[in-house]
């Protein structure tokens, strides 16, 4: 079931920025806005990231083996560490051209349909924006994730490309590439922030302080357990795993013992979505 949310996700991204693609470039080269032919090289950019994004949610997919016992779900962190630090390496690479151009006067009016153009990719990316990052929240997929933030940045560059097309009314030509300067900049910036937050994940970073706190509170509430002596989790991709030592009464047996640490695992289970595994150590409890 989450494979096949994440593959209806990545076609209606894919074929959505393809029209876009299209779009930009063809309304850019006619209209001579080198703000809207940057973002024609973006959504290129972004086809090529979405089949690489999209085989990294196949090979994710795979049973845990003799070389990867736990599984292949970090495979979708590496490869949103990478998109991020693609999305960086493009705005680098569009924001010195575009300040090439600047400094060689190299300056044209766009047409004035090239405004609306803008206007309408804006819109177009904002509402994937949305639809992504609610299926992300629902899947808790980094990769679906990555490629929010990915139509956020498209949106946010947009909105920059629809000022700089604005020079067609404004006879200001320098805005054009100004605009396209400063697509350049937020790029790079959205792609460090989500590579650093890949690269976290793929240091074992934690669930976030609420979900911890819901561990710790249906840990708390089976009874039998008489103290949380730890709690520590990481993050997988889209798994958590989870592990606990708990203190019970050092008069039980090892059955009954085992018995309370098997519901601990159910209820952690229960409470937090993806939790694919939990290790329950039980330790004797000391009344001092």
């Known amino acids: ?101 600047f400094l060689k006067n190299i300056h044209e009016i766009p047409s004035w349909y090239s405004f609306f153009v803008a206007i309408t990719v804006v819109a177009v990316k904002e509402s994937l924006y949305f639809y992504t990052k609610k299926r992300a929240v629902e899947t808790k997929s980094p990769v679906l994730e990555a490629l929010a933030i990915d139509h956020h940045k498209d949106a946010l560059s947009s909105i920059i490309t629809v000022i700089g097309t604005a020079s067609s009314f404004l006879k200001a030509a320098f805005l054009d590439i100004l605009a396209a300067f400063i697509t350049a900049i937020v790029i790079s910036f959205i792609g460090l922030r989500t590579a650093y937050s890949s690269s976290s994940d793929l240091l074992d970073r934690g669930p976030d302080p609420s979900t911890m706190e819901t561990i710790k509170n249906a840990v708390s509430s089976v009874n039998g357990v008489k103290k949380i002596a730890r709690i520590k989790a990481r993050k997988s991709g889209k798994d958590i795993y989870v592990d606990i030592d708990i203190e019970v009464d050092k008069k039980l047996t090892v059955e009954m013992a085992h018995e309370i640490a098997s519901r601990v695992q159910e209820k952690t289970s229960e409470v937090v979505e993806n939790v694919k595994d939990v290790v329950v150590h039980v330790e004797p409890h000391s009344e001092n």
């Open 1 to 101: 079931m989450y494979y096949e949310k994440v593959r209806k996700i990545f076609a209606v991204s894919f074929i959505a920025t393809l029209l876009l693609l299209i779009t930009k470039i063809l309304a850019g080269y006619f209209s001579k806005s080198l703000a809207l032919i940057y973002d024609g090289f973006e959504s290129a950019a972004d086809i090529i990231l979405f089949i690489s994004l999209y085989g990294a949610t196949l090979l994710a997919a795979k049973p845990p083996d003799s070389e990867h016992q736990y599984g292949h779900t970090k495979i979708e962190n590496l490869a949103s560490l990478f998109l991020g630090l693609a999305i960086f390496a493009g705005g680098i690479a569009l924001g010195f051209n575009a300040f090439s151009k």
